[in-house]
């Protein structure tokens, strides 16, 4: 994507067992038009630590105020707990906010998010997943999500030109057949 | 279509034997007229066809397959190795000996054709098709004393979309036909070869017709009836030859609107040599034929053959596309056809008006009348309608009708 | 010469099969660059969903690897799966489908279906009979049935009917599927299901042909993609019979010709008849390569563009009568029938 039309605004810090990852550059190709898209990332954990999906939340960094989410279970450990899960949920372009996982037995999750996806998708998978049991080899930390400030309203005006021609099409058409 | 002999009476094969046998000298006849048109002519190029059809000989060495209609597809014959002859006949003589056979009420194209067998041209297949009522009982009466009738059979109604399978089929069985008549093994190339000759026939053809319709009395209409006469007899390569000739000489010819007071267009019947006792008075009356719709010209030589598909089936069924869908026979089923080309003609070349003329006891091109007349009138086309025969009893009558519709014209 | 449009019309679709099947080859780099706003802006698979450029080569839906030369859709049956990517992106099937499962915003389609709108517009389903690589190469076949002195077949105008609505089918479905798939967590996993008319498509198994590649003619991989290889296999048998025996009676059966086909009546190209100069000789529907007949059967003037229509203009071509039948291009006339 274009560096003009490129601003990278956002920040998603996943803290999950404390091992700092490297910064991320996710490229996309959906910039959004108001500045609203799901952010959909994929978080590993190691065994024992998480049990269910309901015991993961998102949380605004400033406000502690939990976002809604929607959690996939993608993959386990043979003892039950996660290994891979897909975590989406909304935000928005315009209020830079970073947002925290918390994860845990004692956490809960309350506010869930089951609509399906209307807005573009922002990928933020992070890291490779661990190997085996043993060692943990985990990239988790900050993600870079590059946002369109200037949203693409111009390919609207070609509704215009188009509707012309389906007009012309139209109009034509009727008048060959009518003779 | 052979007959067993025994069902027919022995009276009856001995008077087909003296009819068909017996050799009445007509070129005579046919000599004094030819001479007497070809002195009005002044075209050099035209001393051919005057010759032809005044002698009405063909010199062949190759098979002779005589037909009578439109209908039946001169390329298959050529690329069957055979030479085409068109017998229609228009001979008031031949029409007196066909009496003989013929009941009286019935078409004098009829008599003519079979009273022509008289003379010297004899082919070797006789090919009919089911076109008029008159041709296909003709075949039926002939059959005893020709060996080898052919008869191809169409359906009444010339649409496309309806019967194209049907004409493709009995086209392909006269095909076969021929081949297995003459022993012979035409391929594809023959058959191409066969369209390109009448291709060239027809687009010669075309051009003199423009030319005709395009420079008032650049060609009369004796002159222009011959030629189209002279088709039925020829080779339509030699025909082409000679018409190159005399084309040229036409192209250099002025035009001589002087002569003639108005353009018409002439419809109906057929007219073929000698029978121009019409064109007479036309001429008389300063009435230039501009355009026609007969089947004896236009009908005959002005629809080529389009390839579309260079395969043996495909080549045959585009024949059937030159000569039955686009056919103004008013046996056929479609008037739209003739409509189309009258309004065509008028609209194109300016023409100033329509005669139509039917030989008396042709009930088919009668009926075309009211339709023709509602609809030029509708357009605001002056409209004649003329009913004659062969005989010149009624030519002061005619005169009359043709020069108050001169009148009319103004 | 005497079959002067059909001259100029095979040598129109050579040079089209060429740039559009070998336009990878021709023009080594991609035009359609990604500097600046682009006109046309590059649609890709978003981020986990499935695209061709994830096949392993072999498997049925591997596009050659390399991206096209310009990545727009002109609306005739340029096929994604052309060796070196090809000149243009895909056919507006695959457009339609691959969106629907990726489900795209509608701004950046705009100016793809823009252009499309556009070009339709100009010239009708002539795309068809002028353009469409895979066409070229069925006329091929007919041009060896025609050497083989073997008549064309013709089909009743009930068969044609079922043709197109087979064909209104076959788009019906695979648009079904192709949103059906794009829904997201529902089945959004399925790839074996992603273009099920591209899987089926015979322009998948001839395009790659030509560059001497092994298109993906054998994936017994798991059930959906047999199904679809043994589906693919039927079609192209249809497909070759079809331009065999009968000229274009394929065309009838293309979804992207049926698409195609809804701009025809308005299209720029008009086909004219001069009722008067009509001799119903029954050449032009005789000789027309879909078979229609409506041309024939008109007893009044007017713009005969037909929904079948592939503009071959093989009528005007043919018909013997000058001036009957004609062809302009918004108004403006082109060519006109006369004897040859």
């Known amino acids: 994507m274009n560096k003009n039309i490129i601003l990278s605004v956002f920040f998603f810090t996943g803290i999950f067992v404390g091992i700092a990852g490297e910064k991320l550059q996710v490229d996309f190709s959906y910039p959004s038009l108001k500045g609203d898209f799901y952010v959909n990332g994929k978080a590993s954990f190691p065994p024992g630590i998480v049990n269910s999906e309901e015991n993961i939340s998102i949380q605004d960094k400033q406000t502690g105020e939990e976002v809604p989410t929607k959690i996939i279970v993608v993959e386990r450990w043979p003892d039950g707990s996660l290994l891979e899960a897909e975590i989406l949920f909304p935000a928005n372009a315009k209020r ?84 | 279509m052979r007959k067993e002999k025994t069902f027919i009476g022995e009276q009856y094969i001995n008077f087909l034997k003296y009819l068909t046998g017996k050799k009445r000298d007509i070129s005579p006849d046919y000599r004094r007229e030819a001479e007497r048109y ?129 004409w493709e089929k009995s086209y392909l069985n006269f095909y076969e036909y021929l081949k297995d008549r003459f022993n012979v093994k035409p391929g594809r190339k023959d058959l191409i070869n066969a369209c390109r000759i009448t291709n060239e026939r027809t687009k010669l053809f075309r051009e003199i017709y423009h030319l005709r319709a395009e420079k008032t009395g650049v060609i009369n209409s004796f002159d222009y009836f011959t030629l189209s006469s002279a088709s039925f007899l020829l080779n339509p390569s030699d025909w082409t030859e000679h018409t190159k000739v005399l084309y040229n000489e036409l192209l250099n010819r002025g035009t001589k609107e002087k002569e003639y007071r108005k353009k018409v267009l002439l419809s109906g019947s057929p007219i073929i040599f000698p029978n121009f006792k019409l064109l007479d008075i036309m001429e008389d009356a300063g009435c230039y034929v501009a355009a026609d719709t007969m089947c004896s010209s236009y009908g005959h030589l002005f629809d080529p053959v389009e390839i579309d598909e260079e395969t043996e089936g495909g080549i045959i069924r585009t024949l059937t596309l030159k000569y039955i869908a686009p056919s103004i026979c008013p046996c056929f089923l479609g008037i739209d056809k003739l ?72 | 010469m005497k079959n002067r449009i059909t001259f100029i019309r095979r040598i129109v679709q050579i040079i089209s099969l060429v740039l559009l099947v070998y336009g990878g080859y021709i023009f080594k780099t991609r035009l359609h660059t990604e500097t600046g706003k682009p006109l046309f802006p590059a649609l890709k698979a978003p981020e986990g969903y499935m695209s061709t450029t994830k096949f392993k080569q072999g498997s049925i839906l591997w596009p050659s690897g390399d991206n096209p030369v310009l990545e727009n859709y002109p609306p005739s049956l340029v096929c994604r799966f052309n060796p070196k990517g090809g000149l243009f992106k895909a056919c507006i099937f695959h457009f339609i489908s691959e969106n629907l499962t990726w489900q795209t915003h509608i701004k950046y389609l705009l100016p793809h279906l823009t252009l499309f709108i556009l070009l339709c517009f100009l010239f009708g389903r002539m795309w068809c009979g002028w353009v469409c690589p895979i066409g070229t190469v069925g006329d091929f076949i007919t041009a060896i049935r025609k050497k083989m002195n073997i008549p064309a077949r013709r089909f009743p105008d009930g068969f044609k009917a079922g043709l197109r609505f087979s064909s209104y089918g076959i788009m019906g479905v695979g648009f079904f599927i192709s949103g059906l798939i794009g829904i997201p967590n529902f089945a959004r996993f399925q790839c074996y299901w992603f273009l099920p008319y591209c899987q089926i498509c015979p322009a998948r198994l001839i395009c790659p042909l030509f560059g001497f590649i092994k298109p993906g003619w054998e994936d017994f991989e798991t059930a959906i993609t047999s199904m679809f290889t043994i589906l693919a296999w039927f079609i192209m048998g249809i497909f070759l019979a079809a331009f065999y025996f009968g000229r274009r009676i394929w065309c009838h059966l293309c979804p992207v010709g049926l698409i195609n086909s809804f701009f025809n009546k308005g299209a720029g190209i008009e086909l004219k008849k001069k009722a008067v100069r009509c001799n119903k000789c029954g050449l032009c529907a005789d000789a027309c390569p879909m078979g229609l007949k409506e041309m024939y059967e008109r007893n009044s003037d007017g713009v005969y563009n037909q929904n079948n229509c592939i503009m071959c203009m093989r009528c005007v071509e043919i018909c013997p009568k000058e001036g009957c039948l004609s062809a302009s291009f918004f108004g403006k006339k082109i060519t006109e029938s006369k004897l040859k």
């Open chain 2, 339 to 410: 409509i189309n080309a009258i309004l065509e003609n008028v609209e194109r070349y300016g023409l100033d008006g329509v005669i139509y003329y039917n030989l008396r006891l042709c009930n088919v091109f009668e009926m075309d009348i009211p339709m023709l007349r509602s609809i030029l009138k509708d357009r605001g086309i002056p409209f004649l309608a003329l009913k004659t025969d062969f005989s010149r009893e009624d030519t002061g009558q005619l005169k009359t009708r043709i020069e108050a519709f001169m009148e009319m014209l103004g």
């Open chain 2, 38 to 166: 070809r002195k009005v002519s002044g075209l050099k190029g035209m001393d051919y066809f005057y010759d032809t059809v005044a002698s009405r000989k063909i010199e062949t060495d190759r098979p002779v397959v005589g037909y009578f209609c439109n209908s039946v597809p001169e390329e298959i014959i050529i690329a069957a190795g055979a030479t085409p002859l068109r017998l229609c006949n228009q001979d008031m003589h031949c029409a007196e000996a066909g009496e003989e056979i013929i009941p009286g009420d019935i078409c004098p194209v009829i008599k003519a054709i079979c009273g022509g067998f008289q003379q010297e041209i004899k082919p070797d297949i006789l090919v009919i098709s089911a076109t008029c009522d008159g041709k296909v009982k003709l075949a039926e009466i002939l059959s005893p004393s020709f060996p080898d009738i052919y008869f191809i059979d169409i359906p009444r109604n010339s649409d496309y979309v309806k019967n194209i399978d049907v």
């Open chain 1, 96 to 179: 830079q906010r970073n947002y925290i996982a918390v994860c845990g037995s004692d956490i809960k999750r309350r506010k869930k998010f089951t609509q399906t996806a209307v807005l573009p998708i922002i990928s933020a998978s992070i890291g490779k997943t661990p190997q085996t049991t043993e060692s943990i080899d985990m990239a988790v930390g900050e993600l870079l999500v590059k946002v369109d400030k200037s949203p693409d309203i111009r390919y609207y005006w070609y509704a215009l030109p188009m509707g012309i021609l389906l007009f012309l099409t139209v109009y034509r058409a009727v008048r060959n057949v009518k003779g």
